[in-house]
């Protein structure tokens, strides 16, 4: 089994993926009890499949919105909302399209072999996981993916923490990969400690979600208190402040390339708010930014929060 595990992590370095690791599902129940408890993984993959194939998918850090200079030349500058790299592509889509090719090949070269009644030749036996309610953030570290850095993202040795995370079912019971060594990955740094201008970031580790502005960009809470409305900037969605200073994304990390779901580095925050929540919905529909959760208030509640930081006129919550 180890020259088919090697195999399918050769495909899938192949097919793009940064890293590529694989998880048994008795390694996940021991180390991430939390996600157990939802009855998620259990009813819909730990009984239902040996094994799980988890990837990252590198954004990189090379600007994803060149080319879209000329479009923004447009907004007059107060009305400037950012949206960051990570977002201006749909990584996401990207992933899960290149897991849903590679599922296609594994579909047609293992033909034939069936572990415990689940056969490799069947769609069902390969299921994509993806931003959805899986947090992948724990299959990611129980196998080595990456380690946990101080602002709570995964650093994976190749790209940083400049990556989305995917996963998907194998029907071949597979050995899991380690988990990182328990090494820090943040000896003697504190970077994005400093740097996070909420003080969202514990020093010992760890975010309070409550104190990050990427928590309330995502479409959190009622209102934003006022404290971080005025640390809000120009952003309309995306924060990376903590991941910008970090040294693991210093390297030149070059990401994948994709025409998915593409926005430009700043829309028009004017327009944004006179827009009607039809047109909110089709303009971020098939983008990073167009998720059930992240709902037309959400993004105006962000697009008020940029002019009012751009204008100087930050000192109420929203
Ligand atoms: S995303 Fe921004 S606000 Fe949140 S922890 Fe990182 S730097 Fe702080
Ligand atoms: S900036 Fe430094 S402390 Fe923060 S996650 Fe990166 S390495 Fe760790």
Known sequence: MDALKETIRAMALDAGFSRVRILAPFILSENASGFI??????????????????????????????????????????????????????????????????????????TGINAGGIHADRRSSYRIFCNSPIPEKPLALACGLGSQGRNSLVITPEAGSLVIIAAMTLPFPLESDAPESNRSVCVRCGFCVEACLTKAIRREGGIERNKCIQWYASGNEASVPRHIAEQWGRRLYGCTACQ???????????????????LPAYVDARKLLAMSDEEIKTFFKGTAMG????????????????????????????
């Open 37 to 110: 408890k939802r009855g998620v993984l259990q009813d819909r993959w730990g009984e239902s499949s040996p094994s799980l194939l988890v990837a990252a998918l590198p954004y990189g850090n090379e600007d994803a919105a060149a080319g879209c200079a000329s479009a923004e030349q447009d907004i007059e500058e107060n009305c400037r909302a950012y949206i960051a790299p990570f977002a201006r592509r749909n990584y996401y889509k990207e992933a899960v399209k290149r897991l849903q090719k590679l599922s296609q090949t594994f579909r047609r070269l293992f």
């Open 244 to 262: 910008d200073v970090c040294p693991h994304n210093k390297k030149p990390i070059r990401g994948v390339e994709t025409r998915e779901g593409i």
């Open 291 to 318: 998720l059930s959760w992240l709902k037309p208030k959400h993004i105006r509640r962000s697009a008020r929060l940029a002019l009012a930081c751009a204008g100087g006129s930050q000192n109420k919550s929203i």
